[in-house]
């Protein structure tokens, strides 16, 4: 047995050491980074990366031990099995794919550990099994105790390559992970090649059929080759993958992954396109935005995964009637924005956004229901409505603003109006943010009386809006603009705060009603505030009314029943506002237990001079009758609309007639009294 130092210098040409250990480094590094592919991919493409990585390691390993070997000099001649030789090339190519393959597995458990030791055996079998092909004229001799330690140190070697490859803490482990590979290959040679002892013995000769070294060089030159070409094959893949990903990063980006449609960063960018050509050749186009009318309900009654199969459904029929070059995205929920060049006037783009429109109407089939469509849609014209792309998308989704506002189903065209709308309203939202802080908010109170003795029984709370200009304006200015930006929810907790305060000051324990809108329900824990309200003013909770509209409550119909529910479990009263002013006023109503139906002031108007109306008010009366529901009638105005409902037996009624809205100091008499107060124009009327 030689010392390893003694081996190394004496027996070795150490060029050729030198030159294996470079291919050893190199292939290493190639086999390593191969072995992260495997355990970055999946499915085909991981078994092709798996193949070529033990193709990799394999022959890294077997040309540099066969380099190391042409350069050992025992000072005898020698020779190499062929069978021999060619077999532990393929045991170290199917020893690094098996263990390659149990570390690549999912998870992150000692599996990759126990890959990377059977990737250290095969490197012992390739070694051990080619020197068994070893032929020289004499006897062989192992150490045994440096065979088993070349072969724990291989193992080792390798299972902390590959546990640093699947597990970097660093950016450094990669250069670690082939630095331990490398140190696997060259401990297990040299110290196995150490552990061998040749005692030379004149009787044995070389058989005849021995590969010569020649011939073996041959072969180092083929692998040596096998190694270059999984390097490039590393790098051509890699760069075909980088394109896909690349190509595919880019589709993404400018497209919806639900519809497959063009986006909006898409949209903007042919939209820039085309008016960027028509600077060059003339023509005109138009930008239509489309939203289907009432989607939120499909979400709510079908669930979302209906709603998904209905947008897919939609944008697949839309895309189909393009005509040439006609251009779709989806920009949102379920809003789109459809492209026309070449449209000289506003009967073409009619024309176009009606057939549009047509599409969608046309019934879904989704989760084995037929659901019924409609959609509006909103248009401005090129150059006439702008020139510019997102000037064109903006006008657009203005025009369709009022199409919606119009009813469904109708095209609008943009018009200048609509910008000073717009402006309008966003100087009324940023006006808002600081009207609180401004102490321009006021409550004022509008009685509710009883209709058979006409005594007041109560106030509904409504909020006004002094502006820093002395400037009133009309709630029905600012609250769909407070809606719309959600200012609605910090607004709103100021109302209910500020009446159920006032309410609990008062003598005479008249109830408060405040109003709650949608937006209130779906953005805060609007029960949690009514809790902390009444804790804090001190005001009964069954003093407490919060009127809730029909649209409110099928806005998002479980949600809503959910948080009605739970305020009337604290005590508060609920009505229903303005009933009969929608389309599900009874199925609404037959959804939730009511303490209070609200007719809708447009009936009382009505009434005495259209007699469906009145029909509606005698209905509404007797439903409330039939269903132990007290009625309130809004919009009373007139001692005949206040006689027609004593008549019909309507409960209470609210309007200009038995007073106005005006600031608690005005009710003070009634608030601060002990006895029942009728309105001051009506003292002594009676029903008989």
């Given amino acids: ?22 291919t050893c480094t190199f292939g290493s590094w190639i086999t ?53 030789t060619v077999l532990s090339l393929f045991a170290i190519i199917a020893g690094f794919g098996l263990g390659f393959w149990l570390a690549a597995q999912p998870g992150r458990g000692l599996h990759i550990e126990l890959g990377g030791a059977i990737a250290g055996v095969a490197i012992a079998a390739m070694h051990y099994l080619g020197m068994a092909g070893y032929r020289v004229p004499g006897i062989v001799v192992w150490e045994p105790r440096l065979v088993v330690a070349s072969i724990v140190l291989s193992m080792s070697f390798t299972a902390l390559a590959v546990s640093r490859a699947s597990r970097p803490v660093t950016r450094w482990c990669r250069y670690g992970a ?39 060089a041959l072969l180092i030159v083929a692998g040596m080759s096998l190694i270059i070409g999984s390097a490039f094959a590393t790098h051509a893949i890699g760069a075909s993958m980088q394109g896909e990903a690349q190509e595919r990063y880019h589709y993404l980006a400018r497209h919806d992954p639900l519809t497959n449609l063009p986006n909006r960063a898409h949209l903007s960018e042919h ?28 979400n709510d009654v079908y669930g979302h995964s209906a709603g998904d199969k209905v947008l897919a459904a939609v944008a697949e029929r839309l895309r189909l009637s393009l005509g040439p070059d006609e251009f779709l995205a989806r920009v949102g929920s379920d809003d789109f924005i459809a492209v026309k060049p070449d449209c000289p006037d506003r009967a073409t783009a009619t024309a176009f956004s009606t057939r549009l429109l047509a599409r969608i109407a046309q019934p879904v089939a989704a989760d084995g229901r037929l659901i019924t ?28 603003v009022r199409a ?27 006006a808002l943010k600081s009207a609180l802080r401004n102490n321009e908010l006021r409550l004022q109170f509008q009685p509710q009386h009883s209709v058979a003795t006409i005594e007041m029984i109560g106030f509904e709370a409504l909020l006004r809006w002094n502006r820093g200009d002395d400037h009133r304006v009309s709630p029905a ?80 119909l479980n949600h809503t029943l959910h948080v009605l529910r739970q305020l009337k479990a604290t005590g508060v009263r609920i009505a229903m506002d303005d009933f009969g002013a929608g389309y599900s006023s009874l199925s609404v109503l037959r959804a939730f237990p009511f303490d209070k139906i609200k007719m809708d002031r447009s009936l009382m108007a009505e009434a005495d001079r259209v007699p469906q109306a009145a029909a509606i008010i005698r209905a509404v009366i007797g439903l409330g009758r039939s269903l132990g529901i007290p009625v309130l009638a809004e919009g009373v105005e007139t001692m005949a609309q206040l006689d027609f409902l004593r008549r019909e037996g309507c409960g209470e009624a609210q309007g200009y007639l038995l007073g106005r809205p005006a600031p608690i100091e005005a009710f003070a008499d009634v608030v601060r009294s002990n006895g029942p107060r009728a309105a001051p124009e009506l003292r002594g009327t009676r029903v008989a």
Avoid at 185 to 194: D, E, R, S, V
Avoid at 376 to 396: F, K, Q
Wanted: overall charge negative; glycine content about 6%; proline content about 3%.
């Fill in 1 to 22: 047995m030689l010392s390893l130092t003694e081996s190394l210098l004496r027996h070795h040409d150490l060029w050729l050491v030198a030159l294996a250990a470079l």
């Fill in 32 to 84: 390593m980074r191969l072995y992260q592919r495997v355990r970055e991919t999946g499915g085909a493409r991981q078994r092709s990366w798996l193949l070529l990585a033990a193709v990799a390691g394999g022959s890294t390993v077997w040309t540099t031990h066969f380099l190391a070997m042409l350069g050992y000099r025992p000072d005898l001649p020698s020779a190499f099995d062929v069978g021999l």
């Fill in 178 to 216: 082939a630095l331990a590979l490398v140190l696997a290959i060259c401990a297990l040679h040299f110290i196995g090649m150490a552990a061998m002892t040749i005692h030379h013995d004149p009787a044995i000769f070389l058989p005849r059929l021995g590969m010569s070294n020649g011939l073996l």
């Fill in 271 to 298: 939209l820039s396109r085309l008016l960027d050509r028509r600077i060059l050749d003339g023509g005109d186009l138009a930008v239509v935005a489309i939203d289907i009318d009432r989607f939120k309900e499909i």
């Fill in 373 to 400: 469509l409609s959609a509006s849609a909103g248009a401005a014209l090129c150059p006439s409505d702008g020139t510019a792309a997102d000037d064109l998308i903006i006008r657009a989704d203005l025009a369709l």
């Fill in 404 to 430: 919606k506002r119009n009813g469904s189903g109708l095209v609008c065209f943009y018009e200048p109006s609509m910008d000073e709308s717009a402006r309008r309203r966003s100087e009324f939202a940023l």
């Fill in 477 to 556: 200015d600012f609250v769909p603009i407070a809606e719309e930006t959600g200012q609605i929810v910090e607004i709103g907790a100021w109302v209910l705060r500020e009446a159920c305060r006032e309410a609990a000051s008062w003598t005479r324990p008249l109830f408060v009603a405040v109003n709650v809108s949608a937006r209130q329900i779906a953005l805060s824990d609007v029960v949690g505030l009514v809790r902390e309200v009444l804790f804090e003013t001190g005001l009964p909770a069954s003093r407490l009314e919060l009127e809730i509209t029909e649209s409110a409550v099928i806005s998002d």
